[in-house]
């Protein structure tokens, strides 16, 4: 049971042009939605994050999207760089009293921006 | 400041045996995770501890043991290794409660194969 889904393993940009990545959830009890970014033999390390009260947060190049309705959230990187070329991971998250701060995890996308 | 440190970074366990995976963070925070990484499976979370003397199981808790007796360390043991224990873990860390920043903080991972 996959509550947290990134459809697409791979993504190919060009440097400056815009990468967008989807993630998708089943949990009506997330509330809250982060994004990871990691590179290899390295630790994921947080993005950006989004409340369910709101529908976009911004943070310089990086944008999260969120479409409660559809239970879809988005991430946007504009202008890509080559150093965006990473596995970037979806995460969702219920109140501290249902889910005790735990974080459910999507399977990754890896992002490749091409110079 | 290390954050969360992880050690040891590589290991090659034969079946059957056990070892024990070292996790401690010098952040004071509360809450704290293990999390394995299989290749196109996302994380999954193993065990978690909101406080010292205080643990949980995830997803994916059998063939694994916890304890946590201090707010800095939390090991993870393996008894009776398998193949199926062959992934990547990381050990996160995070503050209790919802802020702005709410997120985890990673350590770099052990990659674990059992032969």
């Known amino acids: 049971d996959q509550q947290v889904k990134q459809n697409s393993p791979s993504l190919s940009v060009q440097e400056g042009r815009i990468s967008i990545l989807n993630c998708d959830y089943t949990?009506?009890?997330?509330?809250?939605f982060l994004w990871y970014k990691k590179y290899p033999a390295e630790g994921p390390t947080f993005l950006i994050s989004?409340?369910?009260?709101?529908d976009k947060n911004e943070d310089g190049r990086f944008t999260v999207f969120l479409n409660k309705s559809a239970k879809h959230l988005s991430l946007h990187i504009v202008p890509s760089q080559p150093g965006d070329s990473a596995v970037y991971f979806c995460?969702?998250?219920?109140?501290?009293?249902?889910?005790?701060?735990?974080?459910?995890f999507g399977e990754g996308t890896q992002l490749t921006v091409n110079p | 400041n290390a954050g969360v440190t992880q050690t040891p970074k590589f290991r090659i366990l034969k079946i059957g045996q056990s070892m024990t995976l070292q996790c401690t963070q010098d952040?004071?925070?509360?809450?704290m995770y293990w999390y394995r990484q299989d290749p196109g499976m996302g994380l999954k979370l193993i065990y978690y501890?909101?406080?010292?003397?205080?643990?949980d199981k995830g997803e994916v808790p059998n063939g694994y043991n916890v304890s946590r007796s201090t707010t800095e360390d939390f090991p993870l043991r393996l008894e009776l290794a398998a193949p199926s224990q062959t992934s990547v873990y990381f050990c996160a860390s995070s503050r209790y409660g919802r802020n702005k920043n709410y997120g985890y903080t990673f350590g770099s991972g052990t990659r674990l194969t059992v032969v």
């Open positions: 989004i409340s369910s009260i709101k």
């Open positions: 501890s909101v406080g010292a003397g205080i643990t």
């Open positions: 949990n009506s009890m997330f509330d809250y």
């Open positions: 952040m004071n925070h509360n809450y």
């Open positions: 995460a969702a998250s219920g109140s501290e009293e249902t889910s005790g701060s735990r974080l459910t």
